[in-house]
């Protein structure tokens, strides 16, 4: 039987991303959105629910997003689902779900939103930094377009 596990989210961050470092000082980055949903009830009432879910990111992509994001800024994630457990200090058995992200994209429209800058877990190039992905002779590598 085939399996299949994605997930794609798109809300606001519910706090600043806090990076720390795993023991081999791979970069990791936690942080928190929350995902509104509006609807109008068969009685015509204006209904809205939030649903806030914890996302976790990893290496380069877990830089990028600590550098950029603030609280309240809007973020497209898309990643898997993976399922913690832990035993809290009291002895007691804890889990949750938790979103491992793959890829994101930042959005504009939040409270001090930048330029709409993308990034991708293996591909990032992200506001203020070079992209070096092309030729650059004399100035800006559209200076090449014939036309």
Not at 88 to 98: E, I, M, N, V
Request: glycine share 12%.
């Amino acid at each position: 039987m085939a399996n299949f596990n994605k997930v794609m989210l798109m809300g606001n961050l519910t706090r600043d991303p806090q990076l720390s470092y795993l023991p081999s000082q791979t970069p990791v980055v936690d942080f928190g959105l929350a995902i509104n949903r509006k609807w109008t009830s068969k009685e015509g009432e204006s209904k809205e629910e939030t649903c806030f879910v914890d996302c976790r990111a990893y290496g380069k992509p877990a830089e990028t997003l600590n550098k950029y994001m603030k609280k309240g800024r809007p973020l497209f994630v898309e990643g898997r689902l993976v399922f913690d457990q832990w035993t809290a200090q009291d002895g007691s058995k804890r889990s949750k779900h938790r979103i491992h992200v793959d890829n994101f994209q930042f959005l504009g429209g939040g409270p001090g939103a930048g330029s709409g800058a993308a990034a991708e877990a293996d591909n990032t190039v992200a506001e203020g930094e070079p992209d070096n992905s092309g030729p650059v002779k004399g100035g800006h590598p559209a200076d090449d377009i014939p036309f």
